[in-house]
């Protein structure tokens, strides 16, 4: 016996003992005048925000020989969609506002035996209890709140002969929309008691208060908070939170996965003496986040680089969705925690601070110092004393009582060594040293010092061939690249160009204070098309041009860095020679200075198939001159 059979001939017992007539063709119970106004009431929220799902299922519905019920949770029909224009066709008038679906009034339904079962239901014909339903397919699920308990059933019913198992699916996508508007209202509802806490009891906390919705939308702020931003608070309301603190990075995923709080220190422009700490807090339905509450507060900033940290910069402020980004993100948080030398590798702008930066706020270290030292910025002579300090007296005018180097700074933390390159041969024997012993000795000092320092270096060469010319110590390079992560360039990261302008365009806005504009579509494509020499902090550089000019760029964007940009490909200028000369061979007689610039031009343009961009580089000009150039001779 199919499971189905099993409910039906379980429905019709219990139909049995709650003393059901089968000859019946009505309800036992329908309710009139101010009982059913009561229970109409009281079910208005249900009624509507039912009623647009119940049109969708109805338009739905090829047939017009069905009608739709919508019930409450005890089987009271409160709506019906199609009764006027159908009820006299599939012979349900005993199917009315007011009347009870439950099994105990009626017998065996779909409405009354859902709500029984807890399940979608489809019954047909004689699978119903009582006579005067056995004309009719019914099919039926039950409505249930964001705590799981019935409120009530949406039922579609037609003629017997109607039966199908689609018309069941149609129900059901019907129920998960109503639950679906119901959750978006039980948040809402959430929300706005949030909200209203916050009017009554907070508006004079010293502490500022902000509400934002799932999309990181301002939905409320008090007035403490819009002091901080020093903005009028209706001008924050509906504001994304992106474009008022646009250095937060992905907060909305970092919220999502963390299950208790988020901290953020942000520097706002208008403050010269403070830093803004935001405390978030995810508001949280049914495992879900619905809206983040943040406490904001200013405090004092310490100049001393003994109270801070130094890293302010974690992997949700590394842009991009690239497998090749992805990747670099996926390993380096597999490594944050390692004790061992990482070597950070990539072209100059890919953000290797960034990264460095990023892995120490991962790991265990994060709440000790971080230290960046650039190796090719400090002369020669003085980047021993930089990094391992010097005892008093060592120097003329040195500090009185000696310096801590960058080693003993970041002990307990982490020290990025960036352009590690660049650092003089003999000084690398001294690194060497150090990281091998984890001990140091001041310049002009015999004690030595034992340090604990996790050491992330970074470089735009390739150190490989450095040791291979002579330029960088072979047992060093070895003692640096125990963990070796290749940043790729910006061309690379198919995909992430985008991102990023996106992401630029909104922190310049707000940097510059000014609306986000709209790039035209051409310069938009040439930015995407465009190689990137300089990557990230070139690109960043030029939306901020953009964002001064409102959405246009102040220069050619291909005759930009002619030194790298224009470098023109070796077979490209041997080709683009070679016809030259064929092209003056032919023409021994004619020295025409014009009628030869007009001819190569052609070629070039022919030979790169009129691709502008290909050309110019090849004729060693820019795009820019080039069109100028077709122009003038009318080419």
Known sequence: MDSRKVLIEKSHRRSESYGVEKKSSYSRKILFGEEL???????????DISKLYIDMVFSAVMDNEFIIVLTDNNGCILYIKGAEENSSNINCVNIKVGAYMDEQNIGTNAMGTAISEDKCVQITAREHYIVGLQGLTC???????TTGEIIGTLNLTGRSNMEHPHTLGLVVFGVKAIENE???????????Q???????VIDNFDKGIMILDKEGKITNINKFGAEIFNRDKDALIKEEVHYILPDLGNILVEIDTDESIVIKEVKLKHTSKYKTKLVFKGIRQKEKIIGIVVTMSNEKEEKDIKDATGAFLTFNDIIGESAAIVNVVTNSKLISNSPSTVLIQGESGTGKEVLAQAMHNYSLRRNNKFVAINCGAIPANLIESELFGYEDG????????????????ASGGTLFLDEIGEMPLEMQVNLLRVLQGGRLTRLGGDTEIPIDVRVIV???KNLKKEVEKGNFREDLYYRLCVIPIKLPPLRERKGDVEK????FLRIKSFKLNKVMPKIAENLYNNLLSYNWPGNIRQLENYIENIVNLDGNISFDLWEENDEKINQVNHKDREMTETRFHENQEAKKDNFDLESLEINIIKEAMKAYDHNMTKAAKALGISRNTLYLKIKKHKI
């Open 37 to 47: 106004e009561n229970i109409l009431n009281e079910n208005k929220e249900l009624i």
């Open 182 to 192: 119901l959750d978006n209202k039980k948040i809402n509802d959430i929300l706005t």
């Open 194 to 200: 949030t909200y209203n806490y916050m009017e009554s």
């Open 394 to 409: 060592t120097f003329t005018g040195g500090k009185k009582g000696g310096k801590m180097g960058k080693f003993e700074i």
């Open 500 to 503: 990023l302008i996106e992401y």
């Open 458 to 460: 970074a470089t735009n």
């Open 139 to 145: 099919s039926a699920a039950p409505i249930h709140n």
